[in-house]
């Protein structure tokens, strides 16, 4: 792929054939990058295919992201994945829910799948970097020493995006020094309104093209049905705090802490997730929305990566539960007087007030207050 006349080098983009990887596939040609872009076919759930036509790796899809190509005038790849993603992603998530867990499927994509094809891809082709539509924003610095292995001291930083009601910092917390020197993130510094604007100056015609929502592998909007068909459920107690049996539920799998939608007792509801007793087979539930059973001030997290270096404990950050859920002030502790020895330890979290439905399988992700992301890990 080395192109001598391009004027910074040769980048690979993901393209799903949605506005924002769209766009950056514009930027970054417009830049003086020589661009060619890779659209990823996911697994596809067996005898479900006919539901799965409107979501990412679709048809459909393809052909958006052949058509954005080709008016472009850039090359366009495939790259099927779908054996990789359906170990990583999809057993992954069923593994977890089994457990008595709710993972975050997007997480474990954007670790084992995405950015790794991505750099495969760019190393086959002889590329410099790989290019993603992600809202988040990446910054490197020179330091006059540093404990990483990096190159001429250089480090890189990464930032949540400029529009906040967009940013997907949260899922890219497993990125290394390694990766970080590779990738770039066009769309980061801007708001999506204004990446919008630009796809339809860019002639694109995807720019009204609608976010997708959801799990990208289940074809309906919610995923019980997905669970339903690929776990088997067993029924069992609905009980409330006091341990008072309320009715029954279809399957333990098919709820999360906090959740309301389809606990179906009615009479007395609303009602919430407050515990699941995966032993007694029990959904345990409230119907005070404020019940103080759905907070927690403290929690406990594997820390999967640091971004750039293990700071010192105990440190102060800003933390994000879930990726809608702000960032609250709290301090994270080690679980014993040790310093760890690796990323893969333990720490303890105590937020500064009671937080809402903090749930076991989510990613815990660490910022400061300027917006960068420190590290984090998974709520054990």
């Not at 949605?18 to 067996?46: C, N, R, T």
């Not at 970097?129 to 990096?150: D, E, M, N, R």
């Amino acid at each position: 792929m080395k192109n001598n006349k391009v004027k910074k080098g040769n980048v690979v983009v993901a393209m799903s054939s949605g506005v924002d990887s769209s766009v950056a596939a514009a930027i970054l040609k417009k830049q003086g990058y020589g661009v060619v872009g890779i659209f990823m076919h996911f697994w596809k759930e067996p005898h479900q295919s006919e539901l799965v036509e409107n979501k990412c790796c679709s048809l459909e899809a393809q052909e958006d992201a052949r058509k954005v190509a080709q008016i472009l005038g850039i090359p366009l790849y495939t790259a099927n994945v779908a054996k990789e993603f359906k170990k990583e992603v999809v057993d992954y998530y069923l593994e977890e829910l089994k457990k008595g867990r709710t993972p975050n499927p997007c997480v474990a994509c954007n670790q084992h799948i995405k950015f790794n094809v991505m750099l495969k891809k760019m190393l086959e082709m002889k590329a410099d970097y790989i290019a993603t539509g992600h809202y988040a924003q990446l910054h490197k610095f020179k330091v006059k020493s540093s404990k990483l292995k990096v190159k001429e001291n250089i480090i890189y930083r990464l930032y949540q995006g400029k529009d906040k009601e967009k940013d997907q910092s949260y899922f890219l917390f497993n990125l290394s020094q390694r990766q970080l020197s590779k990738i770039l993130f066009p769309v980061g510094k801007y708001k999506k309104s204004e990446i919008r604007k630009m796809a339809k100056k860019f002639d694109l015609p995807v720019y009204n093209k609608d976010d997708s929502q959801g799990i990208c592998f289940a074809p309906e909007k919610y995923p019980e049905e997905f669970i339903k068909r690929n776990l088997k459920m067993k029924k069992g107690k609905i009980i409330d705090t006091s341990g008072k049996i309320l009715g029954e539920h279809e399957g333990l799998p098919i709820f999360t802490i906090g959740q309301r939608r389809g606990i179906n007792i009615g009479g007395t509801g609303p009602y919430y997730v407050v515990g699941k007793d995966s032993k007694k087979n029990e959904l345990i539930v409230t119907n005070k929305e404020k019940d103080a059973a759905l907070y927690r001030s403290v929690a406990l997290v594997n820390i999967l990566n640091w971004v750039e270096i293990r700071p010192k404990m105990p440190m102060k950050a800003l933390v994000k539960i879930r990726y809608r859920h702000p960032a609250v002030r709290a301090i994270i502790k080690l679980t014993n007087n040790k310093q760890p020895t690796t990323n893969n330890s333990s720490y303890i979290i105590e937020f500064d007030g009671p937080q809402r439905a903090v749930t076991p399988g989510q990613a815990a992700v660490f910022y400061t207050s300027r917006g960068e992301v420190l590290g984090g890990g998974i709520i054990k």
